[in-house]
């Protein structure tokens, strides 16, 4: 392409390879694309929330609480399942595709001199939009880590870390405490922070980083759970719901949700890939080792009928022999695939396991052709391992909407 983007297919095909333009650590880019469009981001009140794992189903329920409570709301997450829509959502509506492809056009020539990433773009794109559809506050979560994450530019009301786990090791670094330190850095100065994470090392961590900068700091306690009904499904989502409310009770006066509306957004808040069952069916999110170890558990939630069967899909660099042996504690078979969506760059060699694992593992490298053999004979089929792979599944299944 030698010219901004005309439409949005061309605004895709534009962005969409700049997802693997490397991690530059820096958010100049993000500002100096927000500068060329007057800062939209100063023009809402925000939530920030970060996290390894639970950050979007706390987004997702703080967002549907402030809905409940008659404000305009935006929400931004990432990645997405199925359409780059999916992260840039106004009270329930996606942004349109040409407002999409528009601000891809106008932002190209700063895009290309600053080598902004896909994420970079997306980001500027889901503040521009926000502001120009008058929402009263949005809720934003972070990409990955949190002080060099290009949604670090806002200035939120309240910010959020859900819990803390190994993950992203090559660019957060490769102890609980160093991720700690990055995902902490979400704090500012006179913003309460709301730490979710429950063992005190890790605490002690976030609790010193958002003390130096001067925020306040709002622990839920480590036996905390939300007893009242919550719309997205395993037990481990009381402990997110948990969460979300101390996200709302911290919020200033001006923005105070009530109780109904907090239990009608945990309630009602929705999250596709989420343990989401679709007849037998179970698609989730996930892409990492305490992500399968939290869908292992929610699969006891009540016991699945069986045989069932796995297909699983995993991204480069992360632990997928361990991934496997957790998922395979309740799997009569697995089924190893590529998420056609996932880069090439980035797609994993299927892992040498090192004796059995308890269920049998074949490897199918077609993923239409896994999907159809992993359902033969299964009473209940299991999609995970990543966005891509349970993305891909998604689309290939009929009635799907990804905007609920």
């Known amino acids: 392409m030698t010219g901004p983007p005309a439409s949005f297919r061309d605004a895709c095909d534009y962005l969409f390879p700049r997802a693997n333009s490397g991690t530059k650590w820096s958010l100049e880019p993000t500002r100096r694309l927000l500068n060329e469009i007057g800062n939209p981001q100063e023009q809402f009140a925000s939530v920030h929330i970060a996290g390894t794992n639970g ?32 992260r840039i959502i106004v009270d329930q509506r996606p942004i349109g595709e040409a ?35 008058g929402v009263d506050i949005a809720v934003v979560e972070v990409g990955l880590g949190g002080r060099l994450d290009s949604t670090n530019v806002i200035q939120p009301l309240v910010a959020a870390v859900t819990n803390i786990g190994l993950d992203h090791t090559d ?13 902490a850095g979400v704090a500012k100065a006179g913003t309460p922070l709301v730490v979710g994470e429950r063992s005190e090392t890790v ?10 900068v001067g925020a306040k700091v709002i622990e839920v306690p480590p036996d905390a759970s939300y007893a009242g009904r ?46 989401e069952r679709r007849g037998r069916w179970v698609l989730d999110v996930a892409h990492n080792l305490p992500g399968m170890e939290t ?5 006891h939630e009540p016991p699945l009928k069986r045989p069932l069967h796995v297909i699983f899909g995993v991204l480069k660099g992360k632990d997928a022999d361990a991934m496997l042996r957790k998922v395979a ?10 998420p056609p969506s996932a880069p090439m760059e980035r797609r994993a060699d299927p892992p040498a396991l090192d004796g059995p694992i308890g269920a049998t ?30 993305g891909d599944a998604m689309s290939r299944l009929p009635g799907f909407n990804p905007f609920g």
């Open 295 to 299: 869908l292992v558990a929610a699969l």
């Open 361 to 390: 593992v074949q490897y199918e490298p077609d993923f239409d052709r896994c999907i159809l053999r992993a359902a033969e004979g299964a009473a209940t089929v299991v999609v995970t391992g990543s966005f891509h792979t349970v």
């Open 171 to 183: 660019y957060l670094g490769d102890s609980l405490t160093d991720i700690a330190r990055e995902k």
């Open 203 to 212: 605490v002690a961590t976030l609790r010193e980083v958002a003390i130096a």
């Open 55 to 86: 950050k979007g189903s706390v987004a997702a329920m703080v967002y549907a609480a402030l809905r409940d409570s008659g404000r305009s709301v935006g929400l931004y997450t990432s990645p997405h399942l199925v359409h780059v829509a999916e």
């Open 230 to 275: 919550v719309g997205l499904q395993g037990e481990h989502q009381r402990r997110n719901a948990a969460i979300a409310r101390q996200v709302l009770e911290s919020l200033p006066r001006s923005f105070a949700v009530a109780d109904k509306s907090i239990a009608c957004g945990i309630a009602t808040a929705w999250l596709p890939g989420r343990l």
């Open 99 to 133: 407002a999409f492809a528009a601000w891809t056009a106008r932002l190209h020539p700063v895009i290309e001199d600053t080598g902004a990433s896909f994420f970079e773009a997306t980001t500027a794109i889901a503040f521009a939009d926000f502001a120009a559809r």
């Open 329 to 338: 504690t309740v799997a009569d078979a697995i089924w190893i695939t590529l």
